[in-house]
């Protein structure tokens, strides 16, 4: 199994700033693609961001140029730095972790998800 802890969220005012940290520990080969995801009230889950081991990124529109995700493959972290917040980025962040359980031949692949922490940005 594989479990993921996250850290960082909290209540700050708009134009603030925070990073989250969400650190991988268990039974982990590699890990494939290390992600962000949010969920406001009556919303569904969406992606913020991803990134891959080999460094590439993706992000949802909404947060180009505001947010910057990281990742230490030594450590299995990946992080989120998040500046210039708006209100509309109040939301519980879940870490995300898509993890190979060993070499290819004889490995499983399956997505992991931290508990969650709530990131409230204040008007």
């Known amino acids: 199994q594989v479990q993921l802890v996250e850290s960082g969220g909290g209540l700050v005012q708009a134009g603030g700033s925070l990073r989250l940290s969400c650190a991988a520990s268990g039974r982990i080969f590699s890990i494939n693609v290390m992600g962000w995801y949010r969920q406001a009230p009556g919303n569904q889950r969406e992606l913020v961001a991803n990134?891959?081991?080999?460094?590439?990124?993706s992000y949802r529109a909404s947060v180009k140029g505001r947010f910057t995700i990281s990742r230490d493959n030594a450590k299995n972290t990946v992080y989120l730095q998040m500046d210039s917040l708006k209100p509309e980025d109040t939301a519980v962040y879940y870490c995300?972790?898509?993890?190979?359980?060993?070499?290819?031949?004889?490995?499983?692949?399956?997505?992991?998800w931290g508990q969650g922490t709530q990131v409230t940005v204040s008007s």
């Open positions: 990134i891959t081991s080999g460094g590439r990124t």
């Open positions: 995300n972790a898509i993890v190979q359980s060993g070499p290819a031949a004889s490995s499983t692949i399956n997505s992991y």
